[in-house]
């Protein structure tokens, strides 16, 4: 179980560090009306803040994953009670941080696909189509990423409450 929680978190760092590259070196310029114009990720406040959530995501799965291994190898289940605390519910802040990020860049990204005639807010997809394609992509990777969180998140609850009785409510199992 603890080789499948490493193969995760080496996942979620690949799939994290993939996602914030990809939105943050997607770029495309084009020529619009004599004007030279560059989408780039910071033309969207959510994007730009998706990219460094996915950057304080994946540092944290990789610090974890440097924690992780020596963790299993040095310490007994007895002494890190409070420490195994932490890490789920920093695991499951991490996912909720990515999954909101995700989110709200996803929901920007769909109204600059669809634009908005009621704020006179034009369509920039059908302008800077490869651009678009790149960011739907770092989307579909976010979204992938959180779910391979999750899933790590699952180990560590499961590593937690291992730990408790199944007859005493909130009582740790006697050796």
């Known amino acids: 179980m603890a080789k499948a929680q490493l193969i995760l978190r080496v996942l979620a760092v690949s799939l994290l560090v993939f996602t914030a590259s990809l939105v943050g070196f997607s770029t ?3 020529e619009v009306l004599l004007v030279r114009k560059k989408a780039t990720f910071r033309d ?3 994007l730009y803040v998706s990219v460094y959530v996915y950057s304080v995501a994946a540092g944290y799965n990789l610090l974890r994953l440097c924690n992780l291994s020596a963790w299993f190898e040095r310490n007994s289940k007895w002494t890190n009670v409070g ?3 932490a ?3 920093l695991d499951q802040l991490a996912i ?3 999954f909101g990020a995700n989110t709200a860049a996803l929901q920007a990204s769909i109204l600059a696909v669809t634009g908005q ?3 006179q807010w034009m369509k920039l997809c059908n302008r800077f189509t490869r651009f678009c394609i790149q960011i739907g ?3 579909i990777c976010g979204y992938i990423a959180c779910i391979v969180m999750i899933l790590v998140t699952s180990f560590s ?3 937690l409450f291992r730990l408790y009785s199944p007859k005493r409510f909130l009582l740790l199992k006697v050796i």
Do not use: I, P, Q, R
């Open 44 to 46: 969207l406040n959510s």
């Open 87 to 89: 890490g789920l519910l």
């Open 117 to 119: 005639n009621e704020f």
């Open 83 to 85: 420490l195994v605390w």
């Open 137 to 139: 992509g770092a989307m």
């Open 96 to 98: 909720y941080f990515t």
């Open 28 to 30: 495309e310029t084009k």
């Open 157 to 159: 609850a499961f590593n």
